[in-house]
């Protein structure tokens, strides 16, 4: 399996522009979490989905910010309209036999 | 709420030698699972160990040990042997074994660790 997969690697977008990241998790994990990494935060969960249901959303920051789960293999995190504050990577985890297995990350950055 | 706390922002170690990373974290469930994980420059998050809290044995992968502490609520990582390719961020992970997914993680500050040559 290659792994979780995001995309893209690097995001530089204006403020105000809407931003979607995305997620293919790896295949029979039916357990996918969205987190943010900045400096001042560290690392923060924002939502998390089982079984293509998200259960738990309190970690988004605002209303901006929405994640939907189509099918068991393909996630996004949309955000519109973009803030310079939204700046951070963004990791797409994906659990099974016990770990979480995150993507690569991509780095937003709102300009 | 959960929480947990790194105390050492940043660490160093010489090649070859033994280096521990201190975790502590705050928690009044019974039953529930800690992680290391390493993030090099590459920015992965690899998971180095995991410990289940019911398990009394300290867990082990290779050079890579814990020292749980329930009671005190403490949870080092030993890095013995210490390798160039250990340089990295180190984040103590907590969660809770109620939702079973093992994904749902609280971490910590993350401590930066530098090994010389």
């Known amino acids: 399996d290659a792994g979780v997969i995001q995309s893209p690697r690097h995001e530089v977008t204006e403020m105000g522009q809407e931003v979607t990241l995305r997620c293919k998790p790896i295949?029979?994990?039916?357990?996918l979490f969205w987190y943010r990494q900045t400096m001042m935060r560290g690392l923060e969960l924002l939502i998390y989905?089982?079984?293509?249901?998200?259960?738990?959303d309190s970690g988004m920051p605002e209303d901006r910010f929405s994640a939907k789960m189509p099918n068991a293999s393909f996630s996004t995190l949309k955000i519109q309209p973009s803030e310079p504050r939204d700046s951070a990577v963004y990791f797409c985890a994906s659990t099974g036999r016990g770990e979480a297995f995150f993507g690569q990350g991509t780095r937003l950055t709102v300009v | 709420a959960q929480t947990v706390t790194q105390s050492q922002p940043e660490m160093s170690v010489q090649e070859a030698e033994t280096v521990t990373l201190s975790c502590t974290y705050d928690t009044s469930e019974s039953d529930y699972y800690l992680f290391w994980y390493k993030q090099p420059p590459s920015r992965q998050m690899i998971l180095v160990i995991r410990q289940e809290a019911y398990k009394q044995q300290n867990a082990t992968e290779n050079r890579f040990s814990v020292n749980f502490q329930k009671a005190a609520k403490s949870f080092s990582l030993k890095i013995s042997d210490s390798q160039l390719g250990d340089a990295a961020m180190y984040f103590c992970?907590?969660?809770?074994?109620?939702?079973?997914?093992?994904?749902?993680?609280?971490f910590g500050k993350g401590t930066k660790l530098s090994v010389k040559p």
């Open positions: 989905f089982n079984n293509n249901v998200p259960i738990d």
């Open positions: 295949s029979g994990h039916d357990y």
């Open positions: 992970a907590y969660d809770g074994a109620y939702g079973g997914s093992q994904g749902n993680l609280i």
